[in-house]
């Protein structure tokens, strides 16, 4: 496999179109980091650490840029959708590595939108009106899919507007936070209080792992590679403002939340942000910080289904999934196949566990492609390319490897006999089509 045949479609086939410019990634990416995460995490990261919510989620900060670092220097090297199964392709020169890579990652998107969906229909829904659960889900999942297909500057139009109302949700929590202090009922000493009987560094440890989880999305953004505008230059600014962005507002949230209620108030409610606006005094109706909640789900799920189906519209291109899976859309130059094709796997996914039970293994298997990534970076050091490129220094993907580590130990006997079925799925898929198309060994 040679390298132009990553960045080039064939002549007869229509590419990608390059449409996103550098406010559409950096709000693409913002989108996708302040999901669903923060707002039905933070009485569980409270549960585990205490009042000190916003510690942890400044270690899961430091931990997600030390990986968008290495995400930073690899996609501006090779800007070419499919992202870490590319990365992994040049390399480790294994066919099986560069499909388990990816996969990995495309399990880790379906499963986290199926988990979405299940947060769509759930209580924040049941604010409007009652519905079927698993009807809702399917329905719901149906809707992303016919947006994604219709064009990815019309998805990205429609995440600018959805992060917008995301990101004033989460704001509002901090206005009610500051209205309720002004009224003299806040408490501040809550903020640096950890949780009794329990060596704080253990604790921030163990809740950073859920910490992380709303800061994973980020690295979604690398498989619109291909449709980046100056990919080169607008990527890295867009990726690391976006992050930090989404670590003061995160940080911001989580002071708010436990100097307005106290740890068992947050740990016994699974909408923890609703109960912090009520309690503030402010009289927000509590169907439309609902709404928002919805807004930032569907948010959520739609970039990680553009991503899914870029994924595996790259690897198909590949060789690594079915060929049909890289048929584009003439005239709107989307990959339909690949969009069909992760929706109903989604949709299947949404009868097989909770929204915890999904959001663990979500976890679980980006890990490995974070660990995947920044070893390639390491690795393709010695690879030069014609074009200037972001740079890390080396620290930095050996630092980042360490944090996936931990994070990795961090993880139940449940979640690695989760994640460890999917990967044996994907064995299966692997061994299936390489016996259909074999696949050329690397030159």
């Not at 009807?135 to 990205?156: D, P, T, W, Y």
């Not at 995160?250 to 606006?277: F, I, N, Q």
């Not at 799920?301 to 994924?311: G, H, N, V, W, Y």
């Not at 595996?312 to 339909?336: E, H, I, Q």
Request: proline share 5%; net charge positive; with cysteine.
């Amino acid at each position: 496999m040679t390298d132009s045949s990553l960045s080039n479609a064939s002549p007869s086939k229509p590419s990608l179109r390059r449409a996103v410019t550098g406010s559409m990634l950096f709000l693409f990416i913002l989108g996708d980091v302040l999901g669903a995460g923060v707002y039905a995490l933070a009485g569980t990261i409270a549960g585990q650490v205490g009042g000190a919510i916003w510690v942890p989620l400044l270690v899961a900060l430091f931990f997600a840029m030390l990986t968008a670092g290495s995400y930073a220097e690899l996609v501006t090297k090779y800007p070419h959708a499919g992202a870490a199964s590319v990365f992994a392709e040049k390399a480790f020169k294994s066919p099986l590595v560069s499909f388990l890579v990816g996969f990995s990652m495309l399990a880790a998107a379906v499963t986290s939108a199926a988990g979405l969906s299940l947060a769509f229909t759930g209580d924040y829904l049941a604010a409007f009106f009652e519905v079927p659960p698993t009807l809702a889900a399917l329905v719901f999942l149906a809707v992303i899919a016919l947006l994604n297909a219709r064009g990815i500057k019309e998805s990205l139009g429609a995440n600018m507007v959805m992060t917008c109302i995301e990101l004033s949700g989460l704001l509002l929590v901090v206005i009610a936070a500051a209205w309720c202090f002004q009224a003299g009922e806040a408490n501040l000493g809550r903020a640096v209080e950890f949780k009794p009987g329990v060596n704080p560094m253990l604790a921030v440890l163990g809740a950073a792992l859920l910490a992380f989880y709303s800061f994973v999305g980020f690295e979604t953004s690398a498989n619109l590679a291909e449709e980046i505008r100056n990919v080169r230059t607008v990527y890295p600014r867009a990726l690391f403002a976006a992050l930090v962005t989404a670590g003061i507002v995160y940080m911001a949230v989580g002071v708010a939340a436990s100097v307005v209620l106290p740890t068992d108030r947050l740990m016994a409610t699974s909408a923890p942000l609703l109960e912090v606006v009520r309690a503030s005094g402010l009289n927000i109706p509590p169907q439309l910080f609902a709404f928002i909640a919805l807004v930032a789900v569907a948010n959520g799920a739609l970039l990680t289904m553009i991503m899914a189906s870029r994924l595996a519209y790259g690897m198909a291109r590949m060789g690594l999934l079915p060929a049909p899976l890289s048929r584009v859309l003439p005239k709107r130059r989307t990959p339909l196949v690949a969009i069909v094709a992760t929706s109903g796997v989604a949709m299947a996914l949404t009868a097989t566990g909770t929204l915890a039970a999904l959001a663990e293994t979500v976890v679980l298997l980006l890990l490995f492609v974070f660990l995947s990534t920044n070893l390639a970076v390491l690795v393709l050091r010695r690879d030069r390319v014609d074009k200037d490129h972001f740079r890390v220094p080396t620290w930095v993907p050996i630092l980042a490897i360490t944090s996936c580590l931990v994070l990795l130990s961090q993880q139940s006997l449940d979640t690695w006999l989760r994640g460890g079925a999917l990967m044996l799925l994907g064995v299966v898929l692997y061994g299936c089509n390489r016996l259909a198309t074999p696949i050329a060994e690397p030159s």
